[in-house]
């Protein structure tokens, strides 16, 4: 809105100034003259920089209110009941972790133990398989080296007994190896506990940290947004002060075209009477206070610039003086 009043006021200034032209090239007075009435008052650059100064103001303004607004918002975000419930959580967690690695090292410690049970179930089983192996390979022998039927019945009966103990020492081994393996998952599953505890942690941690960054980025960037709006506010202030407002006395151009005041001759032949140069001088000063008060009175209106109004007056008053001036002339002939 601000920059559309901008446009519309530069649009203004600049018809006015058209205006002001044309009427100073209808009542004789010089272009440069008028244009010169116009731009060399320093009101419409001071009001461009009092508007920019403005709208720098409030688009200063509007930043700072956004940036408390993310600030409100991150404060709610890591308020101390969040902040407190977090740190609760990474508590217990941390406390539940270390109970976990703990059972994880007291389940480890019988392991040493099964394995040891392992090893020597391994060893028995190993002894009575090698055992039925030899006595299988003995039988083998003694029928093929036509052994009595009495020495082959008692190495099948050797043979048999080795079995059963193999057998036994097999369901031994297995037995020691399940319990083995069972202690193992418990050891794991304590360890899978801790590693789960540990990411939560993170997760937990992590969670707490960037509530306390964005905190601490909300409010550095409301610092810096009240900072230039301070700023802002400043120069506003400084291009509205009276020192920059107050317009400079505007000296027209040593160019510039001023009606002549003109000399009626000392006497007439026609009349015979002498025309007092007075009558002139009489219409021009009532002319010109004409003008002065038409001037003063804009001036009074607090309108600092010469507008097409002001030089429309000036303009009428120096064709007033000049017409009168010719009139004057021409009655004396």
């Known amino acids: 809105?601000?920059?559309?009043?901008?446009?519309?006021?530069?649009?203004?200034?600049?018809a006015t100034m058209g205006i002001a032209l044309s009427v100073a090239l209808a009542a004789g007075i010089a272009p440069v003259t008028a244009i010169a009435a116009e731009t060399s008052s320093p009101t419409g650059a001071?009001?461009?920089q009092t508007e920019d100064a403005a709208t720098e103001k409030e688009k200063a303004h509007a930043a700072m209110q956004e940036a408390l607004k993310n600030l409100e918002a991150a404060k709610d975000a890591a308020g101390p009941e969040i902040l407190e419930t977090?740190?609760?959580?990474?508590?217990?967690?941390?406390?539940?972790?270390?109970?976990?690695?703990k059972e994880a090292d007291d389940s480890r410690g019988p392991l040493l133990y099964l394995q040891a049970n392992v090893d020597a179930a391994q060893a028995k089983y190993d002894e009575a398989h090698n055992r039925?192996?030899?006595?299988?390979?003995?039988?083998?022998?003694?029928?093929?080296?036509?052994?009595?039927n009495e020495t082959i019945k008692q190495l099948r009966s050797e043979i048999m007994s080795a079995e059963r103990r193999e057998k036994s020492c097999e369901d031994d081994l297995h037995h020691c190896q399940r319990r083995l393996e069972s202690q193992e998952s418990v050891v794991a599953k304590f360890e899978a506990n801790a590693e789960k505890c540990q990411t939560d942690i993170d997760e937990e941690t992590a969670k707490r940290d960037a509530l306390l960054g964005d905190l601490e980025k909300a409010q550095a960037a409301y610092d810096d947004a009240c900072k230039a709006y301070e700023e802002a506010k400043a120069a506003a202030d400084k291009a509205t002060s009276p020192e920059i407002a107050k317009p400079?006395?505007?000296?027209?151009?040593?160019?510039?075209?001023?009606?002549?005041?003109?000399?009626?001759?000392?006497?007439?032949?026609?009349?015979?009477?002498?025309?007092?140069?007075?009558?002139?001088?009489?219409?021009n000063t009532n002319s010109g206070k004409q003008a002065d008060t038409t001037a003063g009175k804009l001036a009074n209106t607090g309108d600092t610039a010469p507008s097409a109004i002001a030089l429309a007056a000036i303009a009428a008053a120096g064709l007033g003086i000049t017409a009168t001036a010719t009139r004057r002339i021409k009655n004396s002939k």
């Open 46 to 48: 001071v009001a461009l």
């Open 1 to 14: 809105m601000n920059d559309i009043l901008a446009r519309r006021a530069r649009r203004a200034r600049r």
């Open 248 to 283: 400079t006395e505007t000296v027209p151009p040593s160019g510039s075209a001023q009606p002549a005041e003109t000399t009626p001759p000392a006497g007439s032949s026609a009349t015979g009477k002498d025309t007092s140069p007075s009558s002139t001088k009489q219409a």
């Open 132 to 148: 039925t192996s030899g006595l299988q390979a003995e039988l083998n022998k003694a029928i093929d080296d036509g052994a009595s």
């Open 86 to 101: 977090i740190e609760h959580v990474i508590t217990d967690l941390q406390s539940l972790r270390d109970r976990m690695l």
